[in-house]
């Protein structure tokens, strides 16, 4: 019988990014990991990092009562999304009473008593702020330095993530590895499809890759933001030529029901072929409203059979008639 050796390292196959920030060896502070196990609430909780895991955190401390400053030392929140996404994320955690700091580097930490100082440096100069607590969301990286690949061949990219092929195979036959360690999107259900994937070919001598399965993501901030496919600007930069619907969720009926109607749908098609080729939910249980774009990209219904569908009334499905109506509008 055949034996599948599948790499991994311990529980997790990725760790916190630490920067090489000055004073931070000096200051306490806290991960994704960490931050879960606190017993109290921060009374000014800084974090550094505008991405998925930062935001998450950043609504959440700011629901329970915690004053809240996000430092971005990007231009915008969640860069890989389009700008009128991160506008409106940005919008909603304001409302929320959080303080955004983009384009804002960190110079120096300092502990003073119980806070830690963090002096930064904005487009207008230095500034100050203190806190309760300091939480670090600035990426995560391998920790496959721990595996001692080099011993048995395997190969590992400068950032330390394994090499594998469409199959999930590494450089060595018949190693593989899957989930976060080998890169790529590092989410759960990717993993889990990653599993699939060696299954399929090693239990059932199928023929399965990774290429061109669809990458669904969603970011649990309150209200969702959900997205599968392309989005703008990727068809921009591949040169589709591509129409948009879009629709601000003041326009969906359940979600007004709800009291949620912060948020926009968008969804990207293509202009020749109708074919619905990725789509961006920020909104009220958008995971679920982009699972339903997603089923029908992976059927290849064109988006006039999502238009002229019947969807029971009212629910959140019943939206994606009204988005893509605004794509011919009568």
Known sequence: ???????????????????????????????????????????????????????????????????????????????????????????????????????????????IRADVRVVLETGKGSRKISGSHLLLALGRVPNSDRLDLGAAGVETDPSGFIKVTSKLETNVPDVYAIGDVKGGPAFTHISYDDFRILRENWLNGGNATIEGRPVPNCMFIDPQLATVGLNETEAQKRGIDYRVAKLPMTGVARAQEMSETRGFMKAIVDAKTQQILGCTILGVEGGEIMSMLQIAMMGKLPYPAIKEAIFAHPTLAESLNNLFMTLDPR
């Open 1 to 111: 019988p055949s034996t599948m050796r599948c790499l991994g390292s311990s529980v997790s196959s990725m760790m916190p990014a630490v920067p090489p920030i000055e004073g931070l060896d000096r200051v306490p502070f806290l991960d994704s990991t960490s931050i879960m196990e606190l017993t109290e609430l921060p009374r000014h909780l800084i974090v550094l990092g505008g991405g998925y895991i930062g935001l998450e955190f950043c609504q959440m401390f700011r629901s329970f009562g915690a004053r809240v400053t996000v430092v971005n030392r990007d231009p915008r929140l969640i860069l890989p999304e389009d700008p009128d996404v991160s506008a409106e994320v940005e919008k909603i955690l304001k409302e929320d009473g959080i303080e955004i700091l983009n384009s804002t580097q960190v110079t120096l930490l300092e502990r």
